[in-house]
């Protein structure tokens, strides 16, 4: 079981060793060559320790540069930005980098997107941040923010669920794209709420510990200058059916999304909760979204109550140039047993920088274990 030992949580001590193995997947010098995001999705739904030895792995990416990278780290002459990406290892590659595989959009001499918002309420030059997804049968599903440029930087106007059929391929022309409900602009005295931001598959099919045949989805409450968690859940077989989602209250299930209680605070858009056993939970988050302190909570269920935030790894400064760091999550089925396989994001406020040091934004992983 992913670090078993956390059962004694309150007597040792949560150890992050880096991951420099992981690290090595995603340093490249061509095509591909760094992005954010970084959600994995296992291609045969189980999300259990050693997965990858068994199914193939889809990458999730958010904004990504394509093009060439010289020897000295240095981005080359016709390098593009594309709001995603995915990429692919193969059953068994585990961090073998020279299996992996990156898609974008568009073609060789312009590159785009892989997925461009289509649906009904899509605006005109919008774009989409996606999200975690699952794995449902044969279905994958990605959950993905559709996003406009204005009011500055950027602003999230809609949440869209893209469904992947088995029988599509890349360039994956038959996508599903479907605007969800599950999203709310900022009201009065509350933030912007927007499902998507993890995924829990707590069913037999997935492999969990914990299964009570649910699927778990967690969202944030966006207020000022603290993102709150909320948590939505629906039956495995029933995922596609917006109607029957639940939102946890406090007490119970509600059909208002508008009536989800925060479970806790000082999260970030993206982040992950993981079943360690069948009455244990933890959740994995960068403490106040940009501080560069990857920190957990831990919870007998997968609506908590959630235990006070405990830092586990904290990302050392870089002042040349400075960066931050952001959006921790764990990826279970990319584990090995004892451990837990953790990503976190690099980026820079001057974008121009991103071309001097190629080597700043991309993923970065670490393993979570206990001693």
């Given at each position: 079981m992913i670090l078993a030992a956390l059962s004694l949580f309150l007597t040792q001590s949560v150890v992050a060793e880096r991951a420099y193995d992981w690290d090595a997947v995603f340093n490249r010098n061509s095509g591909w060559t760094g992005a954010d995001g970084i959600y994995s999705i296992p291609l045969n739904e189980k999300e259990r320790p050693d997965g990858w030895k068994h199914s193939a792995t889809a990458f999730v990416f958010s904004d990504t540069f394509w093009g060439d990278v010289d020897a000295s780290g240095v981005r080359q002459a016709g390098t593009v930005m594309v709001n995603n990406t995915l990429g692919f290892l193969p059953a068994g590659a585990g961090a073998q980098s020279s299996q992996a595989v990156f898609l974008k959009g568009g073609n060789a001499g312009n590159p785009e997107a892989v997925f461009v918002p289509e649906t009904p309420n899509s605006e005109a030059d919008s774009f989409y941040w996606l999200k975690d997804g699952i794995r449902i049968g044969n279905r994958t599903h990605i959950f993905a923010a559709r996003m406009r440029k204005t009011p500055a930087p950027f602003h999230r106007y809609g949440i869209t669920l893209l469904t992947i059929p088995e029988d599509d391929s890349p360039p994956f022309q038959n996508v599903i794209q479907r605007e969800t409900p599950f999203w709310q602009e900022a009201i009065s005295g509350q933030g912007q709420i927007a499902f998507g931001g993890a995924i829990l598959n707590n069913t037999v099919e997935?492999?969990?510990?914990?299964?009570?045949?649910?699927?778990?989805?967690?969202?944030?409450?966006?207020?000022?200058?603290?993102?709150?968690?909320?948590?939505?859940?629906?039956?495995?077989?029933?995922?596609?059916?917006?109607?029957?989602?639940?939102?946890?209250?406090?007490?119970?299930?509600?059909?208002?999304?508008?009536?989800?209680?925060?479970?806790?605070?000082?999260?970030?858009?993206?982040?992950?909760?993981?079943?360690?056993?069948?009455?244990?939970?933890?959740?994995?988050?960068?403490?106040?979204?940009?501080?560069?302190?990857?920190?957990?909570?831990?919870?007998?269920?997968?609506?908590?109550?959630?235990?006070?935030?405990?830092?586990?790894?904290?990302?050392?400064?870089?002042?040349?140039?400075?960066?931050?760091?952001?959006?921790?999550?764990?990826?279970?089925?990319?584990?090995?047993?004892?451990?837990?396989?953790?990503?976190?994001?690099?980026?820079?406020?001057?974008?121009?920088?991103?071309?001097?040091?190629?080597?700043?934004?991309?993923p970065r992983f670490l393993r979570l274990r206990v001693e």
């Amino acid at each position: 079981m992913i670090l078993a030992a956390l059962s004694l949580f309150l007597t040792q001590s949560v150890v992050a060793e880096r991951a420099y193995d992981w690290d090595a997947v995603f340093n490249r010098n061509s095509g591909w060559t760094g992005a954010d995001g970084i959600y994995s999705i296992p291609l045969n739904e189980k999300e259990r320790p050693d997965g990858w030895k068994h199914s193939a792995t889809a990458f999730v990416f958010s904004d990504t540069f394509w093009g060439d990278v010289d020897a000295s780290g240095v981005r080359q002459a016709g390098t593009v930005m594309v709001n995603n990406t995915l990429g692919f290892l193969p059953a068994g590659a585990g961090a073998q980098s020279s299996q992996a595989v990156f898609l974008k959009g568009g073609n060789a001499g312009n590159p785009e997107a892989v997925f461009v918002p289509e649906t009904p309420n899509s605006e005109a030059d919008s774009f989409y941040w996606l999200k975690d997804g699952i794995r449902i049968g044969n279905r994958t599903h990605i959950f993905a923010a559709r996003m406009r440029k204005t009011p500055a930087p950027f602003h999230r106007y809609g949440i869209t669920l893209l469904t992947i059929p088995e029988d599509d391929s890349p360039p994956f022309q038959n996508v599903i794209q479907r605007e969800t409900p599950f999203w709310q602009e900022a009201i009065s005295g509350q933030g912007q709420i927007a499902f998507g931001g993890a995924i829990l598959n707590n069913t037999v099919e997935a492999g969990s510990p914990a299964a009570d045949g649910f699927i778990y989805i967690y969202g944030i409450q966006e207020d000022w200058l603290n993102k709150k968690a909320i948590v939505a859940r629906v039956l495995r077989a029933e995922f596609e059916d917006f109607t029957a989602w639940r939102f946890w209250d406090g007490s119970g299930w509600s059909d208002d999304m508008l009536e989800a209680a925060v479970v806790a605070e000082r999260i970030s858009t993206e982040m992950s909760v993981t079943p360690i056993r069948h009455d244990l939970f933890l959740m994995v988050f960068m403490l106040d979204t940009i501080s560069g302190k990857i920190a957990i909570r831990l919870a007998p269920t997968p609506v908590g109550p959630w235990s006070n935030f405990e830092v586990v790894y904290e990302a050392p400064r870089r002042t040349n140039p400075p960066v931050f760091y952001y959006h921790a999550k764990a990826h279970p089925h990319l584990s090995e047993p004892g451990s837990l396989l953790v990503s976190f994001n690099v980026n820079t406020t001057n974008f121009w920088d991103h071309f001097a040091w190629a080597d700043i934004y991309r993923p970065r992983f670490l393993r979570l274990r206990v001693e």
